[in-house]
C-alpha cells in the first residue's frame, strides 16, 4: 500500500495515496513509513491532506531514535505550524531535542528551528549536496511560514539546482515553487 501510495502521489492522485497511505496504517498501525509518507504528502499537497498526527505517531513510535526520528519531528514542527497548531510544533522540537541524536544529521536544523544555531552555522555544517538540500529547503519552509515567500523561494530554487530528486525535499521544493510563485501572480 506504501508503494502504491507513493505512485500515486506522483501521478498526483492525491486521494489514492491517502487512502492507500490509511490503508497501510490500518493494517500495521506501528508503520513508520506509513505514517512519515502520510505526513510528508500533507506537506507536499498541502490542505485537508496535512496530518500532524501521523508525525506525531511516527515520531513515538521511534521514539525519536529510528531512522526517521528527526525527520518525522521535523515533518510534524511544519505540518504543526502550516495548521495553526503552535503548541505541538513547539512540543515536536522539545521531544527531538530530549529524544534526537543531536550528533547525526539533521539535528542541525532542530537547533537552527529552535533558534540555538543562526543560518549561517547550519549552511556550515551543511557539507556535502545532500545535506544542503535538507537544509535549504527547511530553511525555505520557515521563512516562508514567517511570510517571507520571496527569501523561500530563493532556498527552494537551491534545491531544484541540487537537482537530487530522490530526496522528499526536493519534492517539497519543487510544490512550494509552484506554489509560492502563483501566489505572487
Given at each position: 500500500f506504501i508503494a502504491r501510495g507513493n505512485c500515486y502521489s506522483s501521478k498526483k492522485e492525491f486521494d489514492k495515496a491517502i487512502a492507500d497511505y490509511d490503508a497501510a496504517i490500518r493494517i500495521d498501525p506501528k508503520s513508520v513509513s506509513a505514517h512519515d509518507a502520510r505526513c510528508l504528502l500533507g506537506l507536499?499537497?498541502?490542505?485537508?491532506?496535512f496530518s500532524v498526527a501521523s508525525a506525531r505517531s511516527a515520531f513515538d513510535l521511534e521514539e525519536g531514535r529510528g531512522?526517521?526520528?528527526?525527520?518525522?519531528?521535523?515533518?510534524g514542527y511544519f505540518s504543526a505550524r502550516f495548521?495553526?497548531?503552535?503548541?505541538?510544533?513547539k512540543r515536536f522540537l522539545t521531544d527531538a531535542k530530549i529524544k534526537c541524536d543531536a550528533s547525526?544529521?539533521?539535528?542541525?536544523?532542530?537547533?537552527?528551528?529552535?533558534?540555538?544555531?543562526d543560518e549561517t552555522a547550519l549552511l556550515n555544517l551543511a557539507v556535502d549536496d545532500?545535506?544542503?538540500?535538507?537544509?535549504?529547503?527547511?530553511?525555505?519552509?520557515?521563512?516562508?511560514?514567517?511570510?517571507?515567500?520571496e527569501a523561500a523561494i530563493k532556498y527552494f530554487?537551491?534545491?531544484k539546482d541540487l537537482n537530487i530528486r530522490s530526496f522528499t525535499e526536493?519534492?517539497?521544493?519543487?510544490?512550494?515553487i509552484d506554489r509560492l510563485t502563483n501566489i505572487n501572480k
Amino acid at each position: 500500500f506504501i508503494a502504491r501510495g507513493n505512485c500515486y502521489s506522483s501521478k498526483k492522485e492525491f486521494d489514492k495515496a491517502i487512502a492507500d497511505y490509511d490503508a497501510a496504517i490500518r493494517i500495521d498501525p506501528k508503520s513508520v513509513s506509513a505514517h512519515d509518507a502520510r505526513c510528508l504528502l500533507g506537506l507536499i499537497v498541502r490542505g485537508q491532506y496535512f496530518s500532524v498526527a501521523s508525525a506525531r505517531s511516527a515520531f513515538d513510535l521511534e521514539e525519536g531514535r529510528g531512522d526517521h526520528g528527526i525527520y518525522s519531528a521535523l515533518f510534524g514542527y511544519f505540518s504543526a505550524r502550516f495548521t495553526g497548531q503552535t503548541d505541538e510544533a513547539k512540543r515536536f522540537l522539545t521531544d527531538a531535542k530530549i529524544k534526537c541524536d543531536a550528533s547525526a544529521w539533521p539535528y542541525p536544523i532542530v537547533k537552527h528551528l529552535l533558534k540555538e544555531i543562526d543560518e549561517t552555522a547550519l549552511l556550515n555544517l551543511a557539507v556535502d549536496d545532500e545535506k544542503k538540500t535538507e537544509a535549504y529547503c527547511y530553511i525555505g519552509l520557515d521563512l516562508e511560514d514567517q511570510g517571507e515567500n520571496e527569501a523561500a523561494i530563493k532556498y527552494f530554487r537551491r534545491v531544484k539546482d541540487l537537482n537530487i530528486r530522490s530526496f522528499t525535499e526536493y519534492e517539497i521544493a519543487i510544490a512550494e515553487i509552484d506554489r509560492l510563485t502563483n501566489i505572487n501572480k
